[in-house]
């Protein structure tokens, strides 16, 4: 039984003891203890200074037998996390990698199947008394109807887009002139932030804590110029926060400060959230714009998202969409109506809720058991690994075939941290193969590490 120091770093007397004839080959003398399972995966070995103190050791054969045994993928060391005893490369078999080649953990798109039957939705939609009548509805009064009960404030307008993104650059572009400063909460969607770019606005981060985007960095951003501030109740993308009542309490005091800046709530996961998000709407029923989209809960082809809020800022929207003449088909409005009132779509869509939060539990427990630091806020759809270089990680992963997103397309500024993103939506259910992909992700992390010896 390895003796620990705390509960995971190997106490470096017992080691001592255990390699006391074999000093001049430490390494290989550490390599056995690991092969034999006494030093098993994730144990953490002393440190060179600690070992060095205890022993007759010179630390710079202790820094050579660590070395050695990361050279031959049997341990890593990590900037903070220590030395630390990797899987062996056997415990991650050809049939797990060929399983996960080919599957994209970057995008965040749902699980197909997951998702409720369209096919009855669309039949009923057929049914409008206004379907094909010339003209065009910004919302039906059907998708009105089965959209209002759930939103968080009386609006003062209603308008449809095609997808969730589609809707909050329409919102941003009205909202922002060209040149002009955004305030936005992060970590955004993929790709956002280089729309935001693309629309020749400028954007500043605001950072958060356990309970959402702090109030003084929105309150910084403000005073800095930001004309708008795009804020996202769900946490969907969370690395380690959920946004509580009493912080949107102190964001609505920050912005009665700024009275002339618009406020977009961007509902990414819609129906898939479990409980009420927090909104501004009803404190600020002129200055907010909240969309809600359903695609990933109901499909991309549904491809429908809902504007509720403020009449300036929606008019002004619309306006943008294909030079004010664009809408959405009533057969699309009234399928997602259809949807939203279904108690099998509720059911299914319950089920989904359950399967994704079971599977980022899942691969939280797996890489931290593999000794990987993970993070996931507690309502996020994806997890966030801390990597040494986040493009070396990319690469190593996409050598095995497999996809995930990259943390700084998420982020304004380039963090301290860098950070791989995975989508959880994409996950199987099956706990093993949640392990072969921790695995993967512990030997990429190995590879793509740079040296770092106390």
């Known amino acids: 039984m390895t003796v620990v120091t705390d509960p995971e770093i190997v106490d470096p007397s017992w080691l001592l003891a255990r390699v006391a004839d074999r000093r001049g080959e430490l390494a290989d003398a550490v390599a056995d203890l690991v092969h034999s399972g006494e030093l098993p995966p994730g144990s953490r070995l002393p440190t060179v200074r600690t070992l060095a103190k205890v022993s007759d050791l010179s630390v710079g054969s202790i820094l050579q037998a660590w070395g050695k ?25 050809e049939r797990g990698l060929r399983e996960w080649r080919g599957v994209d953990l970057a995008q965040n798109a749902p699980d197909l199947a997951l998702q409720p039957s369209l096919s009855d939705a669309l039949v009923a939609s057929l049914g409008a ?4 009548v010339f003209g065009r509805e910004i919302m039906t009064e059907r998708l009105r109807a089965a959209a209002s009960p759930t939103w968080p404030f009386e609006p003062q ?3 449809t887009a095609g997808g969730g993104t589609e809707a909050l650059l329409l919102a941003i572009e009205a909202a922002a002139p060209v040149g002009s400063t955004i305030a936005v909460d992060e ?6 932030l280089d729309t935001i770019r693309d629309l020749g606005l400028i954007a500043i981060g605001i950072g958060t804590d356990a309970h959402g985007p702090r109030a003084d960095e929105l309150d910084a951003a403000l005073r800095a110029g930001a004309s708008a501030f795009v804020f996202q109740p769900g946490a969907p993308f969370g690395v380690d926060h959920v946004v509580t009542d009493e912080r949107a309490g102190e964001l609505a005091r920050v912005l009665e400060r700024h009275p002339a800046v618009w406020i977009i709530e961007d509902d990414s996961i819609g129906p898939l959230e479990s409980e009420p998000l927090p909104s501004l709407g009803g404190v600020f ?3 907010v714009v909240r969309i809600r989209s359903y695609c990933k ?4 082809d549904v491809r429908t998202s809902v504007l509720g809020g403020s009449r300036h800022l929606i008019d002004a929207a619309m306006k943008k969409r294909s030079h004010g003449v664009g809408s959405n088909s009533r057969i699309l409005q009234n399928t997602l109506a259809y949807l939203i009132a279904s108690d099998d779509a509720e059911r299914a869509v319950a089920r989904a809720r359950e399967r994704y939060a079971s599977r980022r539990a899942q691969l939280l427990a797996a890489l931290r058991e593999r000794g990987i630091e993970a993070f996931a806020g507690p309502r996020s759809l994806v997890v966030w690994v801390p990597v040494e270089d986040e493009t070396a990680g990319l690469v190593a992963l996409a050598r095995q075939g497999i996809s ?7 982020f304004v500024d380039v963090r301290d941290r860098h950070m791989l993103r995975i989508s959880a939506t994409q996950l199987p259910d099956d706990a093993e193969s949640i392990r072969q992909l921790a695995d993967l992700v512990a030997v990429a992390i190995t590879e793509s590490s740079r040296e770092f010896f106390d």
């Not at 970590?187 to 956002?192: A, E, F, H, K, N």
């Not at 995930?404 to 998420?410: D, L, N, T």
């Open 187 to 192: 970590p955004l969607g993929p790709g956002v």
């Open 404 to 410: 995930v997103g990259s943390g700084s397309r998420s």
């Open 129 to 132: 008394e206004t379907l094909n």
């Open 157 to 159: 307008a209603w308008a």
């Open 69 to 93: 045994l990361q050279e031959q993928g049997i341990v890593q060391t990590r900037r903070r996390g220590g030395t630390v005893v990797l899987p062996p490369e056997d415990s991650v078999p």
């Open 297 to 300: 809960a109901y499909g991309i």
């Open 285 to 287: 029923p002129d200055r």
